[in-house]
């Protein structure tokens, strides 16, 4: 009769968490995981997106991508507007928070100024930055006239279009990471400032001491957040450059979009989506890592 007791508990608790968890389990299931393991398997067939029939082709889709400059050139692309998008959104990120910290005239109003970017569609923002840097007569090269320094082709070049799009990311997100830095530094404990002063320290010294290893764990999810960000990065490339000049700007996620909607190899496209998929899921376990930090913190 105990055992049985015992039993009966054991399956209403189960039956209570199921209660719980279906409701988000079956969307889950429905709308991200089959469509995830679907794609993988299609990754291994020649489906060219229009017909019903396909043949499975193995490993040959990754063995093409493996010889293929073209992806090499995307994954270089991919790595550079990463680099180019990350530091920087970092740096004046937290440059602004430490200066919008202090209690200045206005400060809320360029917080939300700053901020504001952030929750404006992207393809809006995307459309006002190819006006602004219209070689003829967009902003960037008036003022750059008025500087006495050269013209840019910006994104009609394929040496300067990276450069354009890494500017108008930057622009976007560095409000979003000044936000989570005004939230560390108010963290901060202020009798390590008290301690520092009575001993004669330097403002910088004792930025570079107390500072910046006490908000370490929030650069460092940011860090891992804005480069799964990048990886992602899609509407500013279609809406500034579309992959070009002659590719320059092409990452693997454009990439993907070009395979597999402009050239209808849907089973090399699903295979380049999988390999993305792979270095997300690394940086989802840095960021899983990340947060528990934070957390710590």
Not at 89 to 111: D, E
Not at 122 to 142: F, H, K, M, Q
Not at 186 to 212: M, Q
Not at 271 to 292: D, R, W
Request: aromatic share 12%; glycine share 4%.
């Amino acid at each position: 009769m105990i055992n049985q007791s015992r039993v009966n508990r054991k399956i209403k608790k189960i039956l209570t968490i199921l209660l719980f968890v279906l409701p988000a389990a079956v969307p889950l299931s429905i709308f991200w995981i089959y469509p995830m393991v679907k794609s993988i398997f299609i990754s291994f067939t020649d489906w060219d997106y229009m017909s019903s029939i396909y043949n499975i082709v193995g490993l040959d889709n990754y063995k093409a991508l493996a010889s293929d400059e073209m992806f090499y050139q995307a994954l270089k692309n991919t790595l550079a507007f990463m680099i180019g998008t990350v530091i920087p959104t970092i740096i004046i990120g937290l440059a602004l928070a430490v200066l919008l910290k202090k209690s200045i005239k206005g400060g809320a109003f360029y917080k939300a100024i700053i901020f504001s970017p952030w929750i404006t569609p992207t393809v809006a923002i995307s459309i006002v930055w190819c006006w602004i840097l219209e070689p003829e007569t967009g902003l960037a090269n008036y003022i750059l006239q008025l500087l006495s320094l050269p013209k840019s082709q910006w994104l009609q070049s394929s040496s300067t279009a990276m450069l354009g799009v890494i500017i108008v990311t930057v622009w976007k997100q560095v409000g979003w990471a000044m936000v989570f830095y005004l939230t560390a530094l108010e963290k901060v404990p202020k009798s390590l400032y008290e301690a520092c002063d009575v001993d004669g320290a330097s403002k910088w010294r004792k930025f570079k001491s107390i500072t910046l290893p006490l908000i370490s764990p929030t650069t460092f999810f940011l860090s891992i957040i804005l480069m799964i960000d990048s990886l992602k990065a899609y509407d500013q490339i279609r809406v500034l450059t579309q992959g070009g000049p002659s590719g320059s700007t092409r990452t693997i996620l454009y990439m993907y979009y070009q395979t597999a909607f402009e050239n209808f190899n849907t089973g090399q496209a699903t295979a380049i989506a999988t390999v993305l998929l792979i270095i997300v899921a690394i940086l989802a376990i840095l960021q899983f890592g990340a947060s528990k930090k934070c957390v710590h913190y």
